[in-house]
């Protein structure tokens, strides 16, 4: 699939969103400047997020309220991997009662049960994204 602006790439996030239930967790993939943020955003506005959607590079992870699921939006790029992380750090984002996006999820993908949604984005030239599920 190709979006070819940010109104699309977040459009199509909202789509995603309407399908996602209570421990659903979608693992977001694409090199720097793909889209990873701005499908996530779509998401969360179409669960009710009203707030500002950033990554969360530097904090690792965010928790927005408010909408119809609790949702988290992690951010994985900084770490190497799990084995010198706090062992919560996952859990503490990864309830049953919400949903959960995650960035750069590679670090992590051993530590997750099947996720309901995978996502690859990757510059297609100028605003255009390719956006592959799996």
């Known amino acids: ?9 977040e459009a199509l996030g909202a789509r995603i969103a309407a399908g996602l239930g209570p421990g659903d967790v979608i693992l977001v993939s694409g090199e720097l400047g793909a889209g990873k943020t701005t499908l996530i955003r779509g998401a969360c506005r179409a669960l009710g997020v009203e707030g500002p959607v950033t990554s969360p590079t530097f904090t690792i992870g965010q928790r927005y309220r408010g909408g119809r699921l609790p949702v988290s939006h992690l951010d994985l790029y900084r770490l190497d991997g799990l084995e010198d992380e706090d062992p919560a ?9 919400g949903v959960a996006f995650i960035e750069w999820p590679a670090v992590a993908e051993p ?7 995978e996502v690859r984005l990757s510059h297609a030239g100028g ?3 390719e956006i592959e599920f799996g």
């Open 111 to 117: 530590c997750l049960n099947r996720p309901a949604l």
């Open 127 to 129: 605003d255009r994204r």
């Open 1 to 9: 699939m190709i979006s070819g602006s940010s109104a699309q790439t």
């Open 89 to 97: 750090l996952l859990e503490d984002y990864l309830g049953p009662d």
